[in-house]
């Protein structure tokens, strides 16, 4: 996905590095010839409830510069989406899709050709400080260096605390899983079709996603993994899991939301579950036109007093720069964030 900044709190570093990062991505794609199409998205409330939030969204969306988004009428909706059940709806134009393998292989190549390298599949053991440098001790040797820039995602609490006894927060895992329309079905979806997110969870609620490669995703849902890398219901780390169970902020969550959780959970083990969510957008969804679409792993931050961090969070230390909390929309962000760190790390260096 390529956002747009419609969701995240004006001023936050969501919102300013999404709308900047959403510019340097295409403009990035533009310059490296990476396909991508700005296809738009609709937001559809399918409850009287969800009316007044999407108002606000419409609000922030115009708060964050967005002046293009629109509200719509049900028979705009259906001109734009034909099978989409809905009671009001905002027409995003902004949003767009991409390979994003694509995306981050061109990165490599650039890293390589200024210099840098990329080291897969090495794990940090230590960061020792010394008077002037400071050593990360990995599996594949030691490296020394004047700043350490941490962007560890789903172990970055765990390299932060390397560097620092000040970072109170610890990433727990939320597996995502997707199913796939077959193709026979796939014309129910023109564009993009997301429901009206909850505001209590930094999670968008399961949706229809186009892809570059062809092809329509449906989801994800959102769903405790049960270790760090945990993309199956099966990989299981119980040092890993009892981490995130015991962390105090955790414990807050689960004892506050626990009724959405245990409906998440049953979702991911019931796929009539699932398809019942898919069909307050679209109706005509039935078990038999989803198939098994793959899953990915959200390192979503949550603090001791239970909060699941809504935004970006970079933390800094002596010897290093900490991000610990960039989960979507971090990919579209991902320029943006650069910048963003690479400007910290200058002012050491002035």
């Not at 590095?17 to 396909?35: A, K, S, V």
């Not at 760090?228 to 981490?243: C, D, N, T, V």
């Not at 009724?259 to 049953?266: A, N, Q, S």
Request: glycine share 8%.
């Amino acid at each position: 996905m390529i956002h747009s900044g419609l969701y995240y709190k004006p001023g936050s570093l969501k919102a300013r590095n999404c709308i900047n990062g959403y510019r340097m991505l295409i403009d990035f794609c533009d310059q490296e010839n990476i396909p991508y199409e700005l296809c738009g998205k609709v937001v559809v409330a399918t409850e009287k409830e969800q009316k007044p939030l999407l108002e606000n969204l419409y609000k922030r969306g115009l708060e964050n510069g967005l002046d293009q988004i629109s509200k719509i009428s049900i028979p705009e909706l259906k001109e734009i989406e034909p099978h989409v059940n809905g009671i009001a709806a905002l027409n995003v134009p902004y949003t767009g899709i991409v390979d994003y393998k694509r995306v981050a292989e061109k990165y490599g190549e650039k890293i390589k050709e200024l210099g840098g390298e990329i080291k897969l599949g090495t794990k940090v053991l230590s960061i020792k400080e010394g008077q002037n440098t400071t050593t990360v001790v990995s599996s594949q040797g030691d490296f020394e260096t004047s700043l350490v820039l941490n962007c560890a995602g789903l172990y970055s609490d765990k390299i932060a605390r390397k560097t620092s006894d000040e970072v109170d927060l610890k990433i727990i895992p939320f597996r995502g899983e997707y199913f796939k329309l077959v193709p026979e079905k796939e014309y129910l979806v023109k564009h993009l079709i997301y429901p009206v997110p909850d505001p209590n969870f930094p999670f968008l609620g399961v949706h229809f996603t186009r892809m570059m490669k062809g092809g329509i995703e449906a989801g994800p849902n959102a769903v405790l993994a049960f270790r760090r890398e945990g993309y199956s219901k099966s990989q299981i780390h119980l040092g890993e899991l009892a981490e995130s169970l015991m962390w105090p902020g955790f414990q807050k969550v689960a004892m506050k939301y626990w009724k959405t959780g245990m409906g998440e959970m049953y979702r991911s083990f019931s796929k009539a579950a699932f398809t019942k969510a898919l069909q307050k957008l679209i109706p005509e969804i039935e078990s038999k036109d989803l198939v098994d679409g793959g899953a990915g792993v959200r390192a979503q931050a949550c603090d001791r007093r239970g909060g699941l961090l809504d935004d970006f969070a970079i933390i800094e230390a002596k010897n290093a720069i900490n991000v610990c909390n960039a989960p979507s929309p971090a990919a579209t962000s991902s320029l943006s964030i650069g910048d963003t760190i690479s400007d910290l790390a200058l002012k050491r260096f002035e």
